[in-house]
């Protein structure tokens, strides 16, 4: 019923940034929570950041909350991760995430739609 499609991962430097975006489509996008986790080789999914429908409401996890930023353009239907100092444990694919109740959380199961994910390596 919605699809999301991740853009913007790629290859980058320790200390580098990165600026990903994630389109949705297929159902009104205003009244959604976005989110976004990422799950590194052989490592469970992790909780990375979320926003509410608004955009004035953020959390992130404490791996990434002084280096990331989650906003929104609803006009767009468009979520955002801008990445900065990047390290390499960042390493890991990127999935958008929408909570249709607009629910805001860091528990992957509490999120009712999923991108195909985007690559992001950081080298040392």
């Known amino acids: 019923q919605v699809q999301l499609v991740e853009s913007g991962g790629g290859l980058v430097q320790a200390g580098g940034s990165l600026r990903l975006s994630c389109a949705a489509s297929g159902r009104p996008f205003s009244s959604y929570a976005m989110g976004w986790f990422r799950q590194a080789p052989g490592k469970e999914r992790e909780f990375v950041a979320t926003i509410n429908w608004s955009g004035g409401k953020a959390y992130y996890a404490d791996s990434v909350k002084a280096r990331f930023t989650i906003s929104r353009d609803n006009a767009k239907n468009t979520v955002y991760l801008q990445m900065n100092s990047l390290k390499p444990e960042d390493t890991a694919v990127y999935y958008c995430?929408?909570?249709?109740?607009?629910?805001?959380?860091?528990?992957?199961?509490?999120?009712?739609?999923w991108g195909q994910g985007t690559p992001v390596t950081v080298s040392s």
């Open positions: 995430a929408a909570n249709e109740g607009g629910l805001v959380a860091g528990t992957a199961d509490l999120y009712d739609y």
